[in-house]
């Protein structure tokens, strides 16, 4: 079992920056990636970081602006947003444990955090 806890979520104005951080309870050779979910849609893979190679892999809507990481010495995986859009105002979700299929379906993940909210607005 792995528990997972988001924390830099906020309101920032367009064009500006945020780092997202997931620590997870424990050390685990297991794949991470971050959802988000706005109000009345549904939830959307951003980024993935696999940890075989490290490879990582992002949304065509955040390719470019994000840089998802991670720091093993600390369980922790973040996700650097940058250029921020309003259409990056979501609650983002850090999700782990990848079981196969496509990255970006919520359903391929056993773990889950609580959430971490993050509006964008001038």
């Known amino acids: 079992q792995v528990q997972l806890v988001e924390s830099g979520g906020g309101s920032v104005q367009p064009g500006g920056s945020l780092r997202l951080s997931c620590a997870a309870s424990?050390?685990?050779?297991?794949?991470y990636a971050w959802f988000r979910q706005a109000p009345g849609k549904e939830r959307e893979g951003v980024a993935a970081i696999f940890f075989r190679g490290g490879r990582t892999y992002y949304s065509n809507s955040v390719k470019g602006r994000f840089t998802i990481s991670q720091d093993n010495a600390k369980n922790t995986v973040y996700l650097q947003m940058d250029s921020l859009k309003p259409e990056d105002t979501a609650m983002y979700y850090c999700?782990?444990?990848?079981?196969?299929?496509?990255?970006?379906?919520?359903?391929?993940?056993?773990?889950w955090g609580q959430g971490t909210q993050v509006t964008v607005s001038s």
């Open positions: 999700a782990a444990d990848f079981r196969g299929g496509q990255w970006t379906d919520p359903g391929n993940y056993n773990y």
């Open positions: 424990r050390y685990s050779k297991i794949s």
